[in-house]
């Protein structure tokens, strides 16, 4: 995916109707499991606060599913295959990291 245009945002909702926005940053096909990797946006009013409670932000890895024809992300349940996906994803990104260097 090409950010010649700028970043890539998703809104997604949990099983509670818990909205989040994230930043899109890289897919990967892990033993036939396509898994695409984002990171937590921070709201504009939340941003500017300086409070000693930070979240975190780190990497988010969704596991994509096909149900009913139609593409959804989900949490993976299985350890040993979000660790695949993260060592994917990590390699992903130190390999663009390399190449601006």
């Known amino acids: 995916m090409s950010e010649e245009f700028g970043p890539t945002f998703v809104t997604i909702t949990d099983d509670d109707g818990t909205e989040a926005v994230l930043e899109y940053v890289a897919s990967a096909e892990v033993d036939g499991q396509e ?8 709201p ?4 500017e606060t300086d409070s000693a409670e930070e979240e975190d932000t780190g990497l988010i890895i969704l596991k994509v599913i096909e149900e009913n024809g139609e593409e959804l992300l989900s949490t993976c349940d299985n350890e040993e ?7 994917a994803f990590m390699e992903i990104l130190f390999e663009d990291e390399d190449e601006t260097t």
Not at 35 to 42: D, E, G, I, L, W
């Open 44 to 47: 504009e009013d939340e941003a």
């Open 81 to 87: 295959e979000l660790n695949a996906a993260y060592d």
């Open 35 to 42: 898994f695409r990797a984002f990171f937590p946006t921070v």
